[in-house]
């Protein structure tokens, strides 16, 4: 029978050098696991934009190190290890199973794109550590989107790959029920080479240090991070901080209303999200383990960037929302697009707590806009799918303006660059630029947003063009002005969309300019040489610089 070491067994004392040492060999780990999956990919989103996450487990789940990549992929990686530890007997494990999974309500997942690999690590005929990496799979395209049935094929964390053999069966299923089958097969191959790297690494840090050493300094790692994180919350004033906007989606009719409230107490936080919408027949709800992720991202945003991302770190964050809400929808809930309402409670929760810390805050970001083209190759005659979330900018800061043309919080991929996108898929990109006077104004403004506009060549192609903030912009604060919505520009002959999808032919374009940050600070208080650098650079016209800033030109 298999046995695990746990570490709440009796185990060595550790001294701080080796802690040190091996709580940084832990972390490279996963950035290397990173690295190997970028590098072995075949899909440009993986390979190019980078959507993917590695973490390390402990033999109870708890996470010991996660590559600084996506965020919000933290609540898939939970989700799966979760499962596993509590449904899966443990004494049928063996060196090289690979479990497999991305429901959102049955462990594994927080939306279907995401599919996670997760690996026991063994040393010594035990369980010592679980490998585990998820990646973004551009499939599942063309999809209703009432409820999770429609949105793809729904995987409960089970066995692919059994004492390293791969199950046929099970891969064929899977492959069966994809739109890109040669990507994928691909992507999991590469998936597979980051797990087995982890895996190699992890019992490499056994054979030098032994097992019961490495356990130990996971510990010491994870109430190191739990003593660095008490220390940065015990800097906020105490007291109950709150805040609510407006929130527009193209997926809903409606524009909602959002809310948090925010108690610190002493060396711990507390986030309730009661009083927010139900559920929608809609693909915004989030599950319970995405909206940990992004409140852990914002809590370590705020509090003190450097603490490492481990379970340690989550201890003093307590976050409640009612069961079958937006931030808690349980099954059949639709959450393909999930992270919509996930930025704006990044945003909400910085202007919430902008009351206490306002020199650690921005004002609100990008909500972005997720442009996906897909349809039959004319060279290859394969079907294809071109995902892109589209870049926008970071709200204003107490110090300096908000970054220009990025993605924010927690989805933090990268672009497809131009040459790539072009070779691999039949579109061209005709502009790629910053808009001027995109920035919301202020002391120190927004950054400025993207405009992306692609063109479709020799093909028809069906689109999904939207996002979030095309009503409500990204607000300001302390006397910023708002940043700018989301616009899809539809070039000529395209028929308008229909929510969120259409068609466009051959020669037709299809531009996407994503919402930027709103502005800090009373624009007329800012630095008159900052503003003619702007005005000289081109970030703005010679019209804002006059009516907005109050320059005299």
């Not at 080796?18 to 440009?44: D, F, N, P």
């Not at 945003?301 to 340690?312: C, W, Y």
């Not at 394969?382 to 892109?388: D, H, I, K, Q, W």
């Not at 002005?481 to 299809?510: F, S, W």
Request: aromatic share 6%; glycine share 10%.
């Amino acid at each position: 029978m298999n046995q695990t070491v746990s570490p709440e067994t009796k185990l060595p004392a550790v001294d701080p050098v080796t802690t040190e040492v091996i709580g940084s060999a832990l972390q490279t780990i996963v950035e290397e696991m990173g690295k190997a999956i970028v590098r072995a990919a075949y899909s440009a989103n993986i390979k190019e934009r980078q959507d993917c996450s590695t973490v390390i487990f402990d033999v109870e789940g708890r996470t010991l190190a996660q590559a600084e990549r996506i965020p919000v992929h933290l609540g898939s990686l939970l989700g799966i290890a979760d499962y596993v530890l509590k449904n899966c007997d443990l004494s049928t494990v063996e060196p090289g199973d690979v479990f497999v999974g991305n429901d959102a309500h049955t462990g594994g997942g927080t939306h279907l794109n995401d599919i996670v690999f997760l690996e026991p690590v063994f040393f010594e005929g035990e369980i010592v550590a679980w490998v585990t990496n998820l990646a973004h799979h551009s499939d599942f395209v063309d999809r209703g989107h009432a409820h999770i049935f429609q949105e793809g094929l729904r995987i409960p964390p089970i066995r692919l790959y059994r004492k390293g053999v791969l199950q046929q069966d099970i891969m064929d299923l899977i492959l069966l029920n994809c739109q890109v089958r040669h990507e994928r097969i691909n992507d999991f191959r590469a998936q597979m080479a980051a797990n087995r790297l982890g895996v190699q690494r992890y019992q490499a840090l056994c054979q030098k240090y032994g097992k019961e050493i490495v356990a130990a300094a996971g510990v010491e790692v994870l109430n190191y991070a739990d003593r660095k994180t008490r220390a940065g919350i015990a800097r906020i004033p105490d007291g109950i901080y709150e805040h609510s906007c407006r929130f527009d989606s193209n997926l809903v009719e409606e524009v909602m209303d959002l809310k948090v409230k925010i108690e610190v107490r002493g060396d711990e936080i507390f986030f309730d999200l009661a009083g927010n919408p139900d559920q929608v027949r809609a693909p915004i709800n989030m599950v319970m383990t995405a909206t940990l992720a992004t409140v852990y991202f914002a809590v370590k945003a705020l509090v003190d960037p450097d603490i490492p991302a481990n379970s340690g770190f989550h201890r003093a964050i307590h976050v409640t929302a009612p069961e079958g809400s937006l931030f808690n929808a349980v099954a059949p809930a639709a959450v393909y697009s999930r992270t919509d309402p996930g930025q704006r409670l990044v945003d909400l929760i910085f202007a919430a707590l902008s009351q206490a810390i306002p020199e650690e805050v921005c004002a609100a970001c990008t909500g972005g806009g997720l442009l996906t083209f897909s349809g039959t190759h004319p060279r290859t005659g394969r079907f294809y799918v071109y995902n892109e979330m589209c870049g926008g900018s970071m709200g204003g800061r107490a110090h300096i303006d908000g970054l220009d043309g990025v993605q924010v919080h927690t989805t933090n991929t990268a672009n497809i660059p131009i040459e790539a996108l072009e070779y691999e898929h039949p579109v061209m990109v005709e502009r790629y630029e910053l808009v001027q006077d995109s920035g919301g104004p202020g002391k120190f403004r927004g950054g400025m947003t993207l405009r992306r506009k692609v063109k479709v060549l020799d093909h028809t192609a069906t689109i999904s063009a939207g996002g979030t903030n095309a009503v409500i912009a990204p607000w300001g604060l302390f006397g910023g002005q708002d940043g700018t919505t989301t616009n899809v520009e539809l070039g000529e002959g395209v028929a308008p969309l229909k929510r969120r999808a259409g068609i466009v032919g051959a020669g037709q374009t299809v531009a996407m300019v994503a919402s930027s940050g709103g502005g800090y600070g009373d624009p007329k208080e800012r630095d008159r040489d900052l503003v003619r650098k702007d005005l000289r650079e081109g970030r703005i016209s010679a019209k804002a610089a006059r009516d907005i800033y109050g320059l005299d030109i």
